[in-house]
């Protein structure tokens, strides 16, 4: 019997981690293909920035199309990463590297907005693209990162908040 799993904050943070390391062994292994698979994650994103946002836009539209208009953004900067790429001045491995920036930057301005999943997940993100390019060695290190992001968020704490000590129960707002 299948029971409905909602989809939870934290299961959504722990797909896009893992769909994250997938990236970074893709670009890894086949770094001339590896654009394909960021444009497919850049969607993936999108949908799960906006999906969220799009149920709760009857309270707040605002907040809602501001995300709309920022993915828009991130879109927009990869349709011309990918015209420079088929004018030839972009080989394949800079065209996922450059398509990989974008998604990294989208993903955590909109966790400085919205939640410090998206900033955390931003961060991998940027970490890959700059691991993928100066690092050889890069998957294990990344794969503990991520590990200790999805036990972060598990416990429902953002890591700047362990670091910092705050004792979430002593906070009134």
Not at 86 to 96: F, I, K
Request: aromatic content about 16%; hydrophobic content about 50%.
């Amino acid at each position: 019997m299948i029971k409905n799993i909602p989809l939870t904050p934290h299961r959504l943070f722990v797909g896009l981690l893992a769909l994250s390391l997938l990236g970074a062994y893709i670009t890894h292994r086949a770094q001339e293909y590896c654009h394909y698979y960021w444009l497919f994650m850049l969607f993936v994103m999108v949908t799960a920035a906006l999906a969220p946002a799009y149920r709760l836009m009857r309270h707040d539209r605002k907040s809602f199309e501001s995300r709309l208009l920022h993915w828009a953004g991130c879109i927009f900067a990869t349709i011309v990463i990918y015209a420079y790429h088929n004018s030839g001045r972009l080989y394949h491995e800079e065209t996922g590297l450059f398509i990989l920036l974008v998604l990294a930057h989208g993903a955590y301005s909109d966790g400085l907005k919205n939640g410090w999943r998206f900033t955390w997940l931003g961060i991998l993100l940027g970490l890959i693209a700059i691991s993928a390019a100066y690092v050889d060695a890069y998957l294990w290190p990344l794969t503990i990162l991520a590990g200790a992001l999805g036990v972060f968020s598990h416990l429902g704490l953002s890591p700047s908040e362990f670091s910092l000590g705050i004792d979430r129960k002593k906070e009134s707002y």
